[in-house]
């Protein structure tokens, strides 16, 4: 075999005779095998006893030498479908919701002779630091087991910075989503404690994510539940219209009631943004834009809160919110279609396609302005 098979200088083997050179088998004629093909195994069993040519030839017949070409296209294509997958529905992180107003805690101040208290200083430390993260981590389940024994009386101060923290940014690794339900279950235990009512509002509007996130959702696939999901959404507008009022009548509202109008006023426009949504695409990503149609009348209310704060310059959640309501009506229309918005139908693009360019002048290029 070595007689046969001997690792010669470059060049084409010579005729009649094959040659091993660097793992690859050189046939005559200066053809090249690849490792496992049929020519390949025919010119190693050439060389071999005739005894044992069969069974080598049968062992490279069976084994793998890598990939091939169309396996190896196959897997990048699956892995990209994967990483899609991943992009597309994999919960992302939450951002903060707009404005800087936070609600001031009012409430009892938990005393040194707590059970809790260690538990409290913990979670203080990490709250005082801007560790929300960490103090949602760390009050996730005792607060759970507080609501199950009905043991929660005076850890007001507990569930305060609790709140707050699943109100800033929360990681797609953190837990937050039992805070909804301590919340309703503070709400029915102290209906008159508006602190409680406007921090389940604040969760309601949390997990609704965004109103462009949603609607991209609802291009993807249909919502089947968007009855049940309306319902909801009405029901949380008239709890914060009915907040609203009640912190009209306080005599000092827990910081600056102007900041507080307007974040209840985005989150009515927001939660009527949803509304319009599911009541005008009944599941899908298909609104009516006809006066009197499912929806529009939502969607006309949305557009009037954000126009009481359009030229409040520190208040672009408003003019991204119009920006949106604009670009879906734009990306609906049709040749010969009318669409009423603002108050009147329009027959003509224009007036839309005006106001949407004046939007995009007013909002910083970090804000989805133009640059």
């Given at each position: 075999m070595h007689?046969?098979?001997e690792n010669i200088p470059g060049g084409p083997a010579p005729a009649g005779v094959p040659a091993a050179r660097d793992g690859?088998?050189?046939?005559p004629e200066t053809r090249r095998a690849e490792p496992g093909s049929a020519p390949f195994l025919e010119a190693v069993s050439a060389c071999l006893p005739a005894d044992v040519a069969g069974t080598v030839a049968a062992r490279q017949r069976n084994s793998r030498r890598g990939y091939r070409r169309v396996e190896v296209i196959v897997i990048a294509l699956a892995l990209a479908g994967a990483a899609w997958f991943v992009h597309a529905y994999f919960p992302k992180p939450l951002p903060a919701l707009p404005f800087k107003f936070e609600w001031r805690y009012e409430g009892p101040r938990l005393m040194p002779d707590s059970p809790y208290y260690a538990l409290y200083r913990k979670a203080r430390a990490d709250f005082d630091a801007g560790r929300g993260e960490a103090v949602i981590r760390t009050l996730n389940d005792?607060?759970?087991?507080?609501?199950?024994?009905?043991s929660f009386a005076g850890q007001d101060e507990l569930f305060y910075i609790y709140f707050v923290s699943c109100g800033r940014t929360v990681s797609r690794f953190t837990d937050w989503t039992r805070a909804r339900s301590f919340?309703?279950?503070?709400?029915?235990a102290d209906p008159d404690n508006l602190q409680w009512r406007y921090f389940k509002l604040l969760l309601e509007r949390r997990h609704l994510g965004g109103c462009r996130e949603f609607y991209d959702t609802l291009r993807r696939q249909r919502c089947e539940d968007w009855r049940l999901r309306l319902g909801e959404v009405g029901l949380a507008i008239g709890d914060l219209r009915d907040l609203r009022g009640k912190v009209r009548e306080l005599r000092t509202p827990p910081g600056d009631e102007a900041e507080i109008m307007k974040q209840l006023d985005l989150w009515e426009a927001e939660f009527l943004v949803f509304a319009w949504m599911l009541e005008g695409g009944r599941g899908g990503a298909a609104f009516p834009d006809d006066a009197g149609k499912p929806g529009v009348e939502a969607r006309e209310e949305a557009w009037l809160l954000t126009r009481k704060h359009e030229d409040d310059r520190s208040a672009f959640a408003f003019l991204k919110l119009q920006l949106f309501i604009l670009d879906v009506l734009l990306e609906q229309d049709s040749l010969l279609n009318t669409i009423y918005?603002?108050?009147k139908p329009h027959s003509a693009r224009m007036p839309l396609e005006a106001k949407r360019e004046a939007i995009l002048r007013r909002l910083p290029a970090g804000e989805g302005g133009l640059p």
């Open positions: 007689d046969k098979l690859e088998v050189r046939l005792p607060l759970g087991v507080m609501l199950w024994e009905r919340a309703e279950e503070l709400v029915k918005w603002s108050g």
